[in-house]
């Protein structure tokens, strides 16, 4: 299934910004087009102040290149773009040449649901210049979204402590692709279920849901409402209970859900969506025991995200179920990743690599010249720590990670320390070489690597282990100071 080709147009060839455009025909007037590239997409810090992030976003990026082409609709509206002097903005030839544009690009990728880090590279693309710059944004749209939701899913199931967490956040998502795709990335960041039933059919994400307050209003009171729901839907019976008194609420789905055991069914829980959920859910539980409803969950909704659900744990609330809505599908509080993609290498066919940097008198903001690759050192199925090294510099026996962000100071791994090259191929030649995961197996992946982790890590309290290798900090270190003793006053 084409996901992304399946909710749009087969062509999103144009799914960029205009100025990849001006620069491809810039490289093309040039001759340049065909210069070999290096880039790396990355991202400079956590997300909501934490400690690491669940890439995701790499099916879509699959699925958006296997079917790019520009079409004649695409190269139609091209012909009326103009520039300042009212002339077209690209020469007839230069349309020829995107008509017939081969995606001959290489790709590596770190995995869907792997726990990365700041400067890290989650994709290294490689290939002609002009087609790499033409795909900067598109790729960061796709990765820059999923990985912030995913990484916030992830916040807010870590502090369910085994809870299942639901995705109510259909209705106040980012548009409708803003929609699936977070129920995407929320369901690899741990979610159990979705109440977007297009994700559902989609993605394969099960799908959870009852009824709203405007069912209970639509009848002249609570019981009979109730009744009416548990004839229409007797085995899918969480009742929603605070429309006009949470407790009486209680009460009433205590009474249908006696009606439902003659039945045969059973009340599968109760919902509180306003008030103090950590009061109401206590006395609603005492309800629900005292009428031999133990197994009756308790769901809640209302605004909630990783620190409502944390505050509502310390206070004792006896809450099983989180729907979890707004603040999980716009990433309430950090509204985007703020991934980049920069060039790091460059070079003439049949010539050496040119290495090329951005300098920043922000080291964060410098990004990293070579072609890199990462690689994760683990022992006892723990993470222990990263280092980004340059592929075609040979790495030591003993590599030393050099912390370049001033963390803990450098760290020494040998030769006989389990590791693993997180960067794997996804395209070779234009065309994809990757077996992509089912996304349930993409979603444990993602709570594996969580547990390889410190708890530490996980909180934010602490920064996990993360460096360049030594010998590639010093060729960046040269890089630098040659590309800025190069500069004009």
Request: hydrophobic share 40%; proline share 4%.
């Amino acid at each position: 299934m084409s996901i992304v080709t399946d909710l749009y147009r087969p062509s999103l060839a144009l799914l960029t910004d205009l100025y990849q455009l001006t620069m491809a025909y810039g490289y093309w007037q040039r001759g340049r087009a065909d210069d070999e590239a290096v880039f790396h997409l990355f991202f400079r810090r956590n997300p909501f102040a934490g400690g690491y992030a669940i890439c995701a976003g790499l099916e879509y990026v699959i699925d958006f290149l296997q079917s790019f082409a520009f079409d004649e609709e695409d190269i139609t509206y091209l012909r009326t773009l103009t520039g300042n002097d009212g002339k077209a903005l690209f020469e007839e030839p230069f349309f020829a040449y995107l008509r017939n544009l081969d995606l001959k690009i290489e790709i590596d990728a770190i995995p869907e649901g792997t726990v990365v880090f700041p400067q890290e590279p989650l994709l290294r693309v490689t290939g002609p210049l002009l087609a790499c710059q033409l795909l900067e944004t598109p790729l960061l749209n796709m990765i820059n979204f999923q990985t912030l939701i995913a990484t916030k899913a992830a916040r807010i199931c870590q502090v369910a402590k085994g809870d299942q967490v639901l995705d109510f956040g259909l209705r106040r998502a980012q548009g409708i692709d803003g929609s699936i795709s977070a129920s995407r990335a929320a369901y690899i960041g741990g979610c159990a279920a979705t109440s977007n039933v297009l994700a559902g059919r989609l993605l394969g994400i099960p799908v959870r849901g009852t009824h709203a307050h405007s069912w209970i209003m639509a009848f002249a009171d609570e019981p009979t409402a109730f009744k009416a729901y548990a004839e229409a839907m007797p085995n899918n019976c969480v009742f929603l209970v605070d429309t006009y008194d949470s407790l009486a609420g209680v009460k009433n789905a205590i009474a249908q859900g006696r009606q439902l055991r003659k039945t045969g069914y059973e009340m599968v829980g109760i919902r509180l969506d306003s008030g103090d959920l950590a009061e109401l859910s206590i006395e609603a539980r005492k309800l629900l025991d005292d009428a031999d409803f133990k197994d009756a969950v308790i769901v809640a909704s209302n605004d909630l995200d990783e620190h409502a659900i944390a505050q509502l744990k310390q206070r004792g609330a006896p809450i099983a179920v989180w729907g979890v809505g707004t603040r999980l599908v716009t990433a309430y509080d950090e509204p985007a990743l703020g991934g980049v993609y920069k060039l790091a290498a460059i070079r003439q066919p049949g010539e050496a690599w040119q290495y090329k940097m951005k300098l920043s008198e922000d080291n964060s903001k410098s990004s990293i010249p070579g072609i890199l690759q990462v690689r994760r050192y683990s022992r006892q199925q723990s993470f222990v720590a990263d280092m980004i090294y340059d592929d075609r510099l040979l790495v030591p026996d003993a590599a030393t990670i050099v912390d370049f962000l001033g963390g803990e100071g450098n760290m020494t791994m040998r030769v006989n320390d389990q590791y693993e090259e997180l960067l794997v191929p996804v395209f070779r030649a234009g065309r994809s070489v990757y077996k992509m995961p089912e996304l349930a197996e993409i979603q444990r992946q993602a709570g594996t690597q969580l547990l390889g982790i410190d708890e530490s890590v996980r909180s934010g309290s602490q920064r996990y282990p993360c460096g360049l290798e030594e010998g590639l900090e010093k060729q960046k270190n040269k890089l630098a100071s040659t590309v800025s003793a190069s500069s004009p006053p």
